[in-house]
């Protein structure tokens, strides 16, 4: 079992910037790859950011490449997501999820929530214009 919880959301105005952070509690932290989703009211969950293991490959949404940095720190077990340019369609409850360790398969659908069985319970993030 994973348990994740997510803090760093908030209001922001366009243009700034926010840092979300999801702490894991497991002891094999460096065995699961790691994503954040994010979901507006009324959408469906929908992928922002993945990273591997070690962190040498990340991905991310076409919406959000430039301006999104997602990073870890396997020695103490957090996921960070580095937000810049916010723009008020970027905001939505932001989620940390994890995918089971070293699962191939990861590589390909980094993308489908189906990939992740451990979820935090979200952090709003509301963009202001």
Do not use: H
């Amino acid at each position: 079992q994973v348990q994740l919880v997510e803090s760093g959301g908030g209001l922001v105005q366009a243009g700034g910037s926010l840092r979300l952070s999801c702490a894991a509690s497991t002891r094999t932290f460096n065995a699961y790859a790691m994503a954040w989703f994010r979901q507006a009211p009324g959408n469906e969950r929908e992928f922002v950011a993945a990273i591997s293991w070690s962190g040498g490959n990340t991905y991310y949404a076409d919406s959000v490449k430039g301006r999104f940095t997602i990073s870890r720190d396997n020695a103490k077990n957090m996921v960070y997501l580095q937000m810049n340019s916010l723009k008020p369609e970027d905001t939505a409850v932001y989620y940390c999820a994890a995918n089971p360790p070293e699962s191939a398969r990861w590589y390909s659908d980094y993308d489908r929530l189906q990939e992740y069985d451990y979820w935090g319970q979200g952090t709003q993030v509301t963009v202001s214009s």
